[in-house]
């Protein structure tokens, strides 16, 4: 490592030389082909999608299986090579709504959202400035003045669609869940079929966090024929293993075969811990002046990782195994993320925390601490959805887990 380097500047221009933030991004999804890795077949069925006439795609999954990366990709590849028109990208935060999704679309249209129909009325009531009653021929009566447009609340999916049925393009809408008005959503599955229905040129692609596709359309029952569905699930041992061995090779490095083996196990399919873990431990060799990745440096850089994953994974694992007294509630957890289950029986928890610790538990026990760190709904780390039966709320969990407590399973 670099020593007497105060406040690190020598060694983050190092880094930033050597790229390794570009290719290895837990923090960020990728953008150009050129550090994609993985999901051709996904790829294609949405390109194929959208280069149907009257089809339009969704795609939706758990977070972090890098939905916004393929999305993202999946366009790059139509516009460049496909579709001569327009790219537009629109990423939804909780203030969107159905009008300000299209904003973007609309203004090449000429129409403009925000230009509101105001109404500006003067009257006698000027106050106490009497310098300015000579300017006023009309002192005493109401002046009014009027600005026409586009009121948000007009733009209904047909009026929206004779605007936008002309326009060659694709509108890109990512982290569409994240809005908190059925109705928007069932605009814009409206729109889509307005769209396909009087064969528009202008394609949308959905992106977004569901369990199934109906939460992200509001259960709109007649958009189904021309929305294509594609659920994104968690990447194979085989792409998350051609993540790492595409990096090594842009910047000359080599993990060996326990490396790559301990971050894939770890990873579970989700390419954002693969990015982390690969990250660090190459930030670690480059800083070191090494070439080779082994198993031990993949270790040691766990610990930074587990600092630079995401905050909400790391607040609620964080709240959950807070205690002076007792690393019971770590013991759980790992028992938990374990199970390797997506729904994980109470007795099957208690099996494989004996087979962990070599101690027996009971069911009180386990209830006594599960008053902390399971609830009905999404406030705690786990959630009960039958009796005797949990799910971790954010399914990224048991990698974080593992990740933290240095956990190594074997084979």
Known sequence: MIENDFFGLHKERKLKDSKVREIFTPHQPIQTVEFFCGREMEVTRIIEYLNTPGQHALVYGDRGVGKSSLANITCDLLIRNVISGKLYKKRC??????????????????????????????????????????????????????????????????????????????????????????????KIAELIKQLSDCASKFKLFIVGIAESSSDLTAGHPSVQRCLKETRISRMIDDELEAIILAGEKKLNLKFNDAA?????????????????????????????????????????????????????LKQAYDNAVRSSATDEYKKILLA????????????????????????????????????????????????????????????????????????????
Not at 133 to 150: A, C, D, E, N, R
Not at 278 to 306: C, G, H, Y
Request: aromatic share 6%; with cysteine.
């Open 260 to 312: 790559i083996k301990r971050i894939v196990k770890v990873s579970s399919g989700y390419p954002h811990f693969t990015h982390l873990l690969a990250l660090k431990s190459a930030e670690d060799a480059i800083l070191d002046q090494r070439k080779d990745i082994n198993l031990k440096n993949i270790i040691e850089a766990t610990r930074r990782a587990v600092d630079d994953s995401e905050g909400t």
């Open 93 to 186: 935060d909780s203030y969107d709504n159905f009008a300000t999704i299209l904003r973007s679309p609309l203004n090449d249209v000429d129409v403009n959202i925000d230009l509101l129909e105001t109404q500006k009325t003067t009257s006698g009531a000027i106050g106490s400035d009497k310098s300015l009653v000579p300017i006023l021929p009309s002192l005493g009566k109401s002046h009014v003045s009027k600005v026409q447009g586009h009121g948000q609340s007009s733009l209904s999916p047909s009026w929206v669609c004779e605007k936008l049925r002309g326009v060659d393009g694709i509108l890109l809408i990512d982290e569409f869940d994240i809005l908190s008005n059925d109705e928007d959503k069932k």
């Open 336 to 411: 938990a993320a374990c199970s390797n289950a997506e729904e994980i029986k109470a007795s099957e928890l208690r099996q494989k925390y004996k087979d962990l610790f070599e101690t027996d538990i009971t069911q009180g026990h386990l209830n006594n601490h599960f008053q902390k760190i399971v609830s009905e709904d999404n406030s705690n780390i786990l959630r009960r959805i039958a009796k005797g039966v949990y799910r971790f709320n954010d399914p990224r969990m048991p990698s974080f887990i593992k990740i933290a407590q240095s956990f190594i399973e074997k084979d």
